[in-house]
């Protein structure tokens, strides 16, 4: 009896002392967990359905030189047109020229965001939480069942998410304005909605840098009039 209360003690001793350590092994479980799910939908992957296949066979149909250049055309007068980023679709044709089209190819892209999103939820959460605070951030990820399906989408969704995560990182993370700005110009090329947080975030850069050159301004103009 006394030595089973002992070990219980310093158990409990144990997990009172290192509970960060502990929420971040939870944590990485998580992750874990999301990318073993991710890579058997990308393994035994589902057929196309109609709207990525029609995606899929009017890039097939652009060459490269005009991919940039003009709207993907029409499959079939009763398909609706098919729009998505263009270096999503340059990206995908790449890999499709050099390994040849097939789910796998064009479920790559999304795979590979859909893991980063898992990664990027870990490292956003450990700066603006604490180790709980962490482990349920990376819980909401990991457990979302949209962001599970569109990892292996040929849509742009889940890139478009990946992104979203990627920018507002950058940003959290204080990086420089020379660097955010060439990340971000190339997002823009992989999603659609990146211009939406972009300008945000560069107004923002914009105003810490004038500030400091702003207020002594603000405040001798303030004492000549008072």
Partial sequence: MFCGEYILRNIFTYIRENTNNIYKILAFLLIALGIIARL????????????????????????????????????????????????FLAFTKLLGVVFGYSEHVLYFLPLVCGIGTLILSFLIGRRLFDGFGTLAFVALVVGSIALLHYSTE?????????IGFLLFYLYIR????????????????????????????????????????????????HKDFA
Avoid at 44 to 57: G, I, P, Q, S, V
Avoid at 188 to 217: D, E
């Fill in 174 to 221: 204080h990086t420089s304005l020379h660097v955010f700005s060439i990340i971000a110009s190339i997002c823009i090329l992989f999603s659609n909605t990146a211009i939406f947080l972009i300008i945000p975030f560069l107004m923002i850069y914009i105003y810490r840098a004038a500030m400091p050159k702003v207020c002594p301004i603000i405040r001798r103009i």
């Fill in 40 to 87: 058997y939908n990308y393994i035994w992957h589902k057929d196309l359905w109609l709207d990525e296949a029609a995606l899929a066979f009017s890039m097939y149909a652009v060459p490269f030189s005009e991919i940039f250049f003009k709207p993907l055309p029409t499959t079939s007068s009763e398909w609706l047109p098919q729009a998505a980023p263009l270096g």
């Fill in 154 to 162: 040929f849509k742009q969704y889940g890139i478009e998410a990946f």
